[in-house]
C-alpha cells in the first residue's frame, strides 16, 4: 500500500530551530514534495527533492533518503509566521501525488 | 499570470441536492488534480484529469461523485445528491508539463452540506 507517516503536531520557540520528518512506502518513488498550509488557506510549495541528500533554500531545507523512504524538512530562526501545517508529499510515479496528514507547528513567543 | 481558480470559494447545500466545483488551472497546464481535505486533516487524493481524460479516479467515490476536464472550459467536480459527510475544502491543483513538477494549489471551495 501508500503510506506517508508524519508526526501530528509540534511545538517550538520563536528564533528555534524544528526538523519535521516523514516517513513514506509507496509503491514507486518520483520525487518528494514539501508544502506549506496556514489554515483556510491552500497549501504552497516550499521544496522538492528527487535525489538523496539536503537541499537548502533560505531558512529552510528539506534532506531525503530513498534508501531509507525518508525524508525531514528543517526550519530554522522560526518565526510566529511560520506556524502552520506542513505535509509531505510523494510522487508516487504513477503521476499520484500522495499526502500525508500533515504536522501542525506551533510557534510560540 | 493568474494563479489556479476555483469557484464558489464557499458553497452551501442541503442534502440531496447537488453541488457543482469548478477549477481554472494556471495558464499552459494541462494537469488537474482534485483533493479533499476534512479539517485538521491531510489532503486526500480524488481525481487525476488531463485535457478530455480522466487518468486516475480511483481516490473518488463511484457513486454520486464525477469529475471533467473539457477542452475548453474549466475542470469540473460534481457531487449529486449531496450527504452531511460531503462537507469538506476541495481543493484543485495543476502543474505543467513532463512526468512531475510542484503542484500549484486553488485557494479550496468549502462546501457545506445542511
Known amino acids: 500500500g501508500q503510506n506517508i507517516d508524519q508526526p501530528t503536531e509540534m511545538t517550538a520557540t520563536e528564533g528555534a530551530i524544528v526538523q519535521i520528518n516523514c516517513t513514506y512506502q509507496?509503491?514507486?518513488?518520483?520525487?518528494l514534495f514539501w508544502y506549506q498550509q496556514h489554515a483556510g488557506e491552500a497549501p504552497t510549495f516550499l521544496s522538492y527533492n528527487v535525489l538523496d541528500g539536503l537541499e537548502e533554500k533560505g531558512r529552510f531545507s528539506s534532506f531525503l533518503s530513498r534508501s531509507k523512504g525518508y525524508s525531514y524538512l528543517l526550519l530554522k530562526e522560526l518565526q510566529m509566521k511560520d506556524s502552520a501545517s506542513y505535509l509531505c508529499?510523494?510522487?508516487?510515479?504513477?503521476?499520484?501525488?500522495?499526502f500525508g496528514t500533515g504536522t501542525r507547528l506551533k510557534v510560540l513567543a | 499570470n493568474a494563479g489556479v481558480m476555483q469557484n464558489p470559494r464557499h458553497l452551501v447545500r442541503r442534502r440531496g441536492q447537488e453541488a457543482r466545483l469548478r477549477c481554472s488551472p494556471m495558464k499552459g497546464h494541462s494537469h488537474v488534480y482534485w483533493y479533499r481535505q476534512l479539517p485538521e486533516e491531510g489532503l486526500k487524493f480524488m481525481v487525476y484529469?488531463?485535457?478530455?481524460?480522466?487518468?486516475?479516479e480511483s481516490g473518488m467515490p463511484k457513486e454520486r461523485f464525477s469529475a471533467e476536464f473539457p477542452k475548453e472550459g474549466p475542470s469540473i467536480l460534481r457531487i449529486q445528491q449531496v450527504v452531511r459527510g460531503d462537507s469538506a475544502a476541495y481543493f484543485c491543483?495543476?502543474?505543467?508539463?513532463?512526468?512531475?513538477?510542484?503542484?500549484?494549489f486553488g485557494e479550496g471551495s468549502r462546501l457545506t452540506v445542511l
Open positions: 508529499a510523494v510522487d508516487s510515479g504513477t503521476y499520484k501525488y500522495i
Open positions: 509507496t509503491s514507486g518513488f518520483n520525487g
Open positions: 484529469l488531463q485535457k478530455e481524460n480522466i487518468i486516475d
Open positions: 491543483a495543476s502543474r505543467g508539463q513532463g512526468n512531475t513538477g510542484e503542484l500549484f
